[in-house]
Every structure is written in C-alpha cells, then in structure tokens.
C-alpha cells in the first residue's frame, strides 16, 4: 500500500460490514470469518491515512475555552446484532479536545433511546472535562451546550411531560434532564451538516466529510505554513 493513491474518506458512504459478506476469506476485524469486504475496506482505510500524515489538530493561543459538546448515534446499523453506534466530540473554542466511539452494550429498541444512550455518555464526559477545566483554573460558568440533530431527544431532555412515553429509558432521561435542569449542560439542535459526531458514527460523502473535519479543527501543515519550520 505504500504507492496507493490517497482517498478523501475513510468509509465508503453507507458502508455496512457482515460476517458473511463476500465468499473470499481475507484478513480483517472480523477475525472469526474475515472476507474480502472486509479487506476492501481496511485497504480503504490506509489510502485515508496516507493522504492525512501533514494533518493535525490545531489549537490557537487566543481562542476562547469554552467547552462545546457534540453528540450523535445511529440506530440498529450493525447488521449482525442490531447494537447501535454511539459517539461524541468536544472542542474548547477551535480544536477538539475529546472524542469518543463505541458500540452500545444493549440493543435500542428506538433511535431515541440509542439517542439517549450515546447523550449519556456525551453528558458524563462534560461533567468530567468540566471538572478537569475548573482545576486547570477555566471554570465553566455556564452551562455547557451540547448538539444533538434530533429534535425528539432535545424535547424529551427538556420536557417531562414526554417521561411516560419512554419509561424503559426513564434512567437516562433522568440523568440528562437533572443535569440540565441543574445548569451543568444545555441542549440544543444542530442540522446534520454541522453535527461533528456524524463523522464517527456514519460514512459520510467527501464534501460533508472534509467539512466536519475542518470543524474539528483539523488542518494540514501546509495551511498555516509550518512544513519548513518543522523541518528547521
């Protein structure tokens, strides 16, 4: 792979990878029944990496630190077990500070719940980064925003009287509706061309992808012209 051509994107858009998939056996993570697909994709994955070894994330000096939470799932996409993907990104003003993906431990039986099964995780890594900041003497005195793409999740955070709908996740809710009520984070809507959390849990197209990167703060060396004083 070291003379591959570089890609723009590490997952084919829509991507979704089975054990079965095609009849050939290759290497992959699927190591109990690796498949050619699978090698396709890993293959992928390093043409992806050859064209972002100039990139980093960049954080600037002058730049407000103020913690902003984004956070995203999708809902059944693993076609083997039905889990759902969850993931979050947080920035302090520029460049993303933390990040996460994982698969969800229990099937969610509605994309709200796999909502709020990955607003969970997203809500327990503000309180932490909030924490953290106030020790590094940038206390975060106001509640902390999160951005979810889903207008039902927000109500239900917001709302009580939508609690009896969705008791099997009465948990949850409670967590993020006293956190909310306690001021420690708000939610609020984002259109999904802006929510950063999709670059995890979905193969996106190049456009939306290169964006959602930008909005990390990911950029390469070239762009703020650093290739020669890294190499002075």
């Known amino acids: ?26 290497y992959s993570r699927f190591m109990e029944a690796p498949r050619q697909s ?9 043409r992806y ?12 000096i002058n730049c407000q630190v103020e913690l902003v ?30 990040w996460s993906l994982k698969e969800q431990q229990a099937v969610a039986l509605l994309s709200t719940e796999a909502k709020y099964n990955a607003a969970t995780n997203c809500a327990t890594q503000a309180v932490s980064l909030r924490q953290l900041l106030g020790v590094l ?17 927000i109500a239900l955070a917001k709302n009580p009287i939508f609690h009896g709908m969705t008791k099997h996740i009465h948990v949850k809710f409670d967590y993020i509706c006293d956190l909310v009520n ?11 061309g802006e929510q950063i ?14 964006k959602l990167k930008k909005m990390m703060g990911i950029e390469s060396y070239e762009e703020f012209g650093l290739r020669e004083a890294i190499g002075s």
């Open 69 to 98: 939470g984004y956070t995203d799932s999708d809902w059944g996409d693993d076609v083997e077990r039905a889990k759902s993907i969850s993931g979050y990104a947080f920035h302090i003003g520029y460049g993303v500070i933390s």
């Open 137 to 153: 003497h940038h206390e975060q005195k106001s509640p902390t925003t999160i951005y979810y793409d889903n207008n039902s999740a």
């Open 1 to 26: 792979m070291e003379s591959c051509k570089p890609i723009l994107t590490p997952v084919q858009e829509r991507l979704k990878l089975q054990k079965d998939g095609a009849r050939k056996l290759a």
């Open 38 to 46: 699978h090698m396709l994709a890993t293959k992928r994955i390093l």
């Open 182 to 192: 306690d001021k420690v984070v708000e939610v609020q809507y984002c259109p999904i």
């Open 197 to 210: 959390a999709h670059i995890f849990t979905k193969g996106l197209k190049a456009d939306l992808f290169v």
């Open 49 to 60: 990496v050859k064209g972002i070894q100039g990139d980093g994330i960049f954080y600037p």
